[in-house]
T-cell receptor, first 110, second 112 residues
């Protein structure tokens, strides 16, 4: 099963680009990589999903190298409202392979 | 926001009592999930459903059962609540197995 490893926490100043890397050495061929964001007292919210190379949407970019054993979520020019926990999610071959892990707590500093 | 509601939002109960949490969706999504979230463990999948009457176990299914008698409702039952089941429970829905999940607001359960 493709479990993930992320940094426990990160700090960043407002306006900077933030890159959060997730390691998933056992990723399977038909697994997707998905990132979620969670604010306190709320459920997680989808940010971005990819399978390989690069994916970009209006809020983030996701970089996936050719071996797919890791991925990097890039948040451009973060603001205080980006302070949250970010989860890297790999899967599924089946829905029971959805491992959120403990996520990365990002704190944006003024 | 996706139409997902959870009830109750908060519940305090005693050890040994049965508890049922309800997740209701108005999106007609096929997949529904129950997670629990605890400090130091992140989100862990309890059970999920891939259709009416079709359910399967997740990572931490012991002590929990689920039922889905219609598309819009997914019930999570703690047959005999224990203090280790004190947690925040989130319901989620998705249209397909690899589609993004939409989460409900959560239910905070305290078992004394």
């Amino acid at each position: 099963l493709a479990k993930t490893t992320q940094p426990v926490s990160m700090d960043s100043y407002e306006g900077q680009e933030v890159n959060i890397t997730c390691s998933h050495n056992n990723i399977a061929t038909n697994d997707y990589i998905t990132w979620y964001q969670q604010f306190p007292s709320q459920g997680p919210r989808f940010i971005i999903q990819g399978y390989k190379t690069k994916v970009t949407n209006e809020v983030a970019s996701l970089f996936i190298p050719a071996d797919r054993k890791s991925s990097t979520l890039s948040l451009p020019r973060v603001s205080l409202s980006d302070t949250a926990v970010y989860y890297c999610l790999v899967g599924p071959l089946g829905a029971n392979n959805l491992f959120f892990g403990t996520g990365t707590r990002l704190t944006v500093i003024p | 926001d996706a139409g997902i509601t959870q009830s109750p939002r908060h519940k305090v109960t005693e050890t040994g009592t049965p508890v049922t949490l309800r997740c209701h969706q108005t999106e007609n999504h096929r997949y529904m999930y129950w997670y629990r979230q605890d400090p130091g463990h992140g989100l862990r999948l309890i059970h999920y459903s891939y259709g009416v009457k079709d359910t399967d176990k997740g990572e931490v299914s012991d002590g929990y059962s689920v039922s889905r008698s219609k598309t819009e409702d997914f019930l999570l039952t703690l047959e005999s609540a224990t203090s280790s089941q004190t947690s925040v429970y989130f319901c989620a829905i998705s249209g397909g197995m690899v589609d993004e999940q939409f989460f409900g607001p959560g239910t905070r359960l305290t078992v004394l």
